[in-house]
């Protein structure tokens, strides 16, 4: 009989479990030393899948930072906004009159006279023109704007290396223990999320247009709809007011959504 060690086992001994003892002897080793040899093998492939880890993470959030700044560059780059118009709007009007009306509140009020000058620029192409001085006009046209916050709950990974936000290759941990035939050791995912509460303000124009030869009945209503994590509502103003008049009249009930590029 031929064995695949060097030397043969004792008079009545199994060679087959001869053989599996020499493979776990030469594999750990059989004394206190051998065993201690293993334990500081695992405790350093455990100290180098930290250090992997600790390097990885450093590299993972300067490489999100990169991520981020691009992708914050192409949010900004374009705004999108949610149109929902209504309109029983009369025939033959290209050349009628408009005047803007204020509320109480919005006399001499520096910010509406402001908007107020992005609707006339957005109302132009549509056919109308504004009545000058004290000349009656066939159309009232309200603006209304604000940009109110709300509080909304997201999900997020919980990074324990980026103040909970951001990535992190191994979520879980490291493990290790003796399984009978030696120690063993691996890496456990487990994805942490956590929900996180967040500000978001509702940037919005609504445009209602009044038409006095019409017993005043409304012709026109629309809403443009921004949603935003800062406080723009003058940044976003301009886009606004142009996307109420984009597509001029429109179908009555219409919903659609509009982009424009940053600086159009």
Same mark, same amino acid.
């Given at each position: 009989?031929?064995?695949?060690?060097?030397?043969?086992?004792?008079?009545?001994?199994?060679?087959?479990?001869?053989?599996?003892?020499?493979?776990?002897?030469?594999?750990?080793?059989?004394?206190?030393?051998?065993?201690?040899?293993?334990?500081?093998?695992?405790?350093?492939?455990?100290?180098?899948?930290?250090?992997?880890?600790?390097?990885?993470?450093?590299?993972?959030?300067?490489?999100?930072?990169?991520?981020?700044?691009?992708?914050?560059?192409?949010?900004?780059?374009?705004?999108?906004?949610?149109?929902?118009?209504?309109?029983?709007?009369?025939?033959?009007?290209?050349?009628?009159?408009?005047?803007?009306?204020?509320?109480?509140?919005?006399?001499?009020?520096?910010?509406?006279?402001?908007?107020?000058?992005?609707?006339?620029?957005?109302?132009?192409?549509?056919?109308?023109?504004?009545? &000058? #001085?004290?000349? !009656?006009?066939?159309?009232?046209?309200?603006?209304?704007? *604000?940009?109110? /916050?709300?509080?909304?709950? %997201?999900?997020?990974?919980?990074?324990?290396?980026?103040?909970?936000?951001?990535?992190?290759?191994?979520? &879980? #941990?490291?493990? !290790?223990?003796?399984?009978?035939?030696?120690?063993?050791? *691996?890496?456990? /995912?487990?994805?942490?999320? %956590?929900?996180?509460?967040?500000?978001?303000?509702?940037?919005?124009?609504?445009?209602?247009?009044?038409?006095?030869?019409?017993?005043?009945?409304?012709?026109?209503?629309?809403?443009?709809?921004?949603?935003?994590?800062?406080?723009?509502?003058?940044?976003?103003?301009?886009?606004?007011?142009?996307?109420?008049?984009?597509?001029?009249?429109?179908?009555?009930?219409?919903?659609?959504?509009?982009?424009?590029?940053?600086?159009?």
């Amino acid at each position: 009989m031929i064995y695949c060690n060097d030397m043969p086992p004792r008079r009545g001994r199994d060679p087959a479990r001869w053989r599996a003892q020499r493979l776990r002897r030469s594999m750990y080793g059989t004394s206190h030393a051998g065993l201690g040899r293993r334990s500081g093998q695992v405790y350093g492939a455990l100290s180098m899948w930290r250090l992997f880890i600790d390097v990885g993470g450093r590299v993972v959030r300067r490489l999100a930072l990169v991520v981020l700044t691009v992708g914050l560059t192409g949010c900004a780059s374009t705004i999108a906004a949610r149109v929902t118009s209504f309109q029983q709007w009369p025939q033959d009007t290209m050349g009628a009159t408009y005047r803007i009306v204020a509320t109480p509140d919005q006399q001499n009020n520096l910010e509406f006279q402001n908007y107020a000058d992005m609707v006339r620029a957005a109302i132009g192409p549509v056919g109308l023109v504004e009545a &000058g #001085g004290n000349v !009656s006009a066939r159309f009232d046209v309200h603006i209304e704007y *604000g940009n109110p /916050v709300e509080k909304r709950w %997201v999900q997020r990974y919980n990074d324990p290396y980026w103040d909970g936000w951001g990535f992190n290759p191994f979520f &879980g #941990g490291v493990y !290790s223990g003796y399984r009978g035939w030696g120690w063993g050791s *691996g890496i456990y /995912v487990t994805p942490s999320v %956590v929900t996180v509460p967040i500000e978001v303000y509702k940037n919005t124009l609504t445009i209602t247009i009044i038409d006095n030869q019409n017993n005043g009945a409304e012709v026109y209503r629309s809403t443009a709809l921004n949603m935003s994590d800062a406080d723009n509502l003058a940044l976003v103003m301009p886009y606004l007011a142009q996307a109420v008049f984009d597509g001029f009249p429109g179908n009555n009930g219409q919903v659609r959504e509009v982009r424009y590029r940053v600086g159009r």
